[in-house]
């Protein structure tokens, strides 16, 4: 039986500044080592004050993952020696004493699997380490302690996944919730890192450190499944061990034995109190989060009649949902949802094509009513999304630019038809016969209008026509 846990290391990137100093939590646009202060680098007499902003969003996540929140927190050094740990020890939390940290017990569904949170800790980020050189021979290490103290959530599960495929699915529900609370923007780079704690039947456990993105944690796990039954039938011991994944050869590498927790000589952060956490903090926080996913979900169904699949794609995405929001109303709601998943959807689903968006709720909501109205068709309404996404002029503007309006008027209508009807006999006999392959010559007349007709107007016209010979 194969067993995998998960630690997640998230960083609540929505922070001004880091976890214990007024440093930039945003470290990204730095020149190395230049966001750093005597608090972060762990200077002699320098002291940490703990971000206020940073317990609020933690402690909001623990609620939305059904944790228990203790009423008092603690904070703890974590020994260890590494060039990327200025201070070489990292503050913490640990619940070796009682329930300390942030939350713990908490649960999220995967495919009516129940996946147990087992703790939900509040930490600082080491910084990185930069690897430069062409060669191994030619290689060498720099530190850049701009990361340093930026503040992270670690999330850390039961081992109750039993696939890889469970672990991915897991991961997008999660990176999803942090996204919708506002506490992260996952898709930043380095924002949302795992390590995956795996052992098979009768094994001892291997960790795999640090994979930065949802399919090569799959890829490592699938790898690490097979390496270890590879072992076990040939009668090797598999060693308890840390190991990282080698993106180039697809392949976990060993990097060192794996430490037990009395290697990191945990002790009290004298230098921090235990913080209290009040119940009128929590329930503010209850009131104030944003709307979960699944709610969202369910009011786009049974409020607005939007399609299930659709309604999951619209809710589980904040920049789509925020989209949707702020440009529907209840008469336009179903046709806004259809042109964001449909049609937007295509166009936008990477953090850099939305980045160069030049599109605004006003031109989805122009767009839906231009649809509604008859004035362009369906298709014409994406020709006219792909124009407003690279210029951003209105939709009355790229309507008439492109001469995208319906053709709606029957002396216009009747000509295309004539020469369909000419064209397609055969279609034209089966639908006297089977008045339910109309569309068929629906459409070609669309085509010969280059979707510029009006269909329901269309559909009327061969109809009466059909009905005349």
Not at 241 to 248: I, P, Q
Not at 253 to 275: A, G, H, L, N
Not at 429 to 435: F, G, R, T
Request: hydrophobic letters at 35%; one cysteine or more.
């Amino acid at each position: 039986m194969t067993k995998i846990g998960l630690e997640i290391h998230c960083q609540l990137t929505k922070l001004e500044s880091k976890l214990f100093c007024s440093c930039k939590a945003d470290y990204r646009s730095f020149e190395p080592n230049s966001n750093i202060c005597p608090v972060c680098m762990g200077l002699p007499g320098s002291l940490p004050i703990l971000n206020k902003k940073a317990v609020e969003k933690a402690a909001m996540l623990s609620i939305a993952l059904g944790c228990k929140i203790p009423p008092k927190i603690g904070f703890f050094r974590k020994n260890y020696f590494y060039p990327d740990l200025p201070k070489n020890f990292q503050i913490t939390q640990y619940n070796a004493y009682g329930p300390t940290s942030i939350g713990y017990d908490g649960m999220i569904m995967i495919e009516d699997k129940e996946i147990k949170i087992r703790r939900i800790q509040l930490e600082e980020d080491p910084g990185r380490l930069v690897y430069s050189g062409s060669s191994e021979k030619t290689q060498i290490t720099l530190v850049d302690y701009n990361r340093a103290g930026t503040p992270l959530v670690e999330i850390v599960t039961e081992p109750d996944f039993e696939n890889p495929k469970q672990v991915r699915i897991f991961l997008n529900i999660l990176a999803d919730l942090v996204e919708n609370l506002g506490v992260a923007d996952p898709y930043l780079e380095g924002a949302f890192r795992v390590d995956g704690n795996i052992s098979i039947e009768k094994g001892n456990r291997v960790e795999i450190k640090n994979v930065g993105s949802f399919r090569d944690i799959e890829k490592a796990l699938h790898f690490e499944i097979t390496r270890q039954q590879s072992l076990a039938e040939r009668g090797i011991p598999i060693p308890a061990e840390t190991r990282h994944w080698d993106e180039a050869r697809k392949i976990t590498v060993s990097s060192r034995s794996k430490e037990e927790e009395q290697d990191y000589r945990y002790f009290p952060e004298e230098d921090i109190p235990r913080i209290i956490i009040e119940k009128s903090l929590l329930d503010n926080l209850k009131k104030t989060m944003p709307e979960s996913i699944m709610s969202k979900k369910e009011r786009y169904i049974n409020k607005y009649g939007i399609p299930t699949q659709v309604a999951e794609i619209l809710s589980s995405d904040k920049f789509y949902s925020d989209l949707f929001e702020q440009s529907h109303t209840e008469k336009n709601a179903k046709e806004i949802a259809n042109l964001i998943t449909t049609d937007l959807k295509g166009f936008a689903d990477t953090k850099e094509q939305r980045e160069q968006l030049k599109l605004t709720p006003k031109h989805l909501a122009d767009l839906a009513d231009a649809v509604l109205n008859n004035k362009i068709t369906r298709a014409s309404g994406k020709t006219a999304l792909q124009e407003i996404l690279k210029t951003g002029k209105p939709v009355s503007e790229i309507i008439s630019s492109l001469d995208l309006g319906n053709v709606d008027d029957e002396s216009s209508l009747v000509k295309a038809i004539d020469e369909v009807f000419i064209e397609e006999q055969k279609a034209v006999s089966e639908a006297k016969q089977n008045p339910d392959t109309i569309n068929y010559l629906v459409g070609k007349v669309m085509r010969k209008t280059k979707g510029k007709a009006n269909p329901s107007l269309t559909l009327d016209m061969i109809r009466k026509k059909l009905d005349s010979q």
